[in-house]
């Protein structure tokens, strides 16, 4: 079935330092790609997404290109903030396999940022 | 605020017990998904329904059952509560039944004592 690995988290760093939260899939077909942020006590935001091969997907600084050849989707922001600090979540949705969707999450990694 | 309501935002019961939770999507939304989020298992799907049509089916137990209404709100019913599902139920809704991208609400932190 398919699957999505994150890098085990947590992770910590200091404002304005770059970011590279590592995730990689295992899909039939070809799925669309997301990252998702869950803040403390809320639900899950989409932060962005890409649905085919050399997509790159991008919003508020965070980038994510789909790499077909390497299984990858990995999530890079180039100077992160105090207000990244949060939960993120890769995931797929595997629209081919049946009539509906569903979405299959990684592990999720905390990120703090530290002044 | 992503327009997904879900209640009761907290619920502490007993094993052996039965709850309700209950979803109302975004306006004009038609597919309703249900998530269980765990320390030990994650995030992971329960189950989908479209329009009142059950879609897609996860990794949902016996014990649990779900449907949606006319109204197009969710239900999804837990029973013979273990300690096990205590845990973060997530209802997220989409436009269509193949959608990109869901909204996700709140969730209902349910604990099973």
Request: net charge negative; glycine share 10%; hydrophobic share 30%.
């Amino acid at each position: 079935g398919n699957s999505v690995t994150q890098m085990e988290g947590p992770v910590t760093l200091s404002e304005e330092a770059f970011l590279t939260i590592n995730c990689t899939y295992t899909a039939t077909g070809y799925p669309s790609l997301f990252w998702y942020v869950q803040y403390p006590g809320e639900g899950l935001q989409l932060l962005l997404k890409a649905t085919k091969a050399d997509d790159k997907g991008s919003n508020k600084g965070f980038e994510a290109t789909y790499r077909k050849e390497t299984t990858s989707f990995h999530l890079e922001k180039g100077s992160v903030q105090v207000s990244d600090s949060a939960v993120y979540f890769c995931a797929l949705s595997d629209l081919g396999e049946t009539s509906g969707s569903r979405l299959t999450f990684g592990e999720g990694t905390q990120l703090t940022v530290n002044p | 605020d992503s327009g997904v309501t879900q209640t009761p935002k907290h619920l502490i019961t007993a094993t052996g017990q039965r709850v309700t939770l209950r979803c109302s999507p975004r306006s004009g939304d038609l597919s309703v998904y249900w998530y269980q989020q765990s320390l030990d298992q994650g995030l992971q799907f329960l189950i989908q329904y479209y329009n009142g049509e059950e879609r897609a089916k996860g990794n949902i137990l016996e014990r649990f059952s779900a449907q949606q209404f006319p109204d197009l709100h969710s239900e999804l019913n837990l029973s013979s509560l273990e300690l096990g599902d205590s845990a973060l139920y997530f209802c997220a809704s989409s436009v269509g039944q193949l959608a990109l991208r869901q909204f996700f609400g709140p969730g209902t932190r349910l604990t099973v004592l």
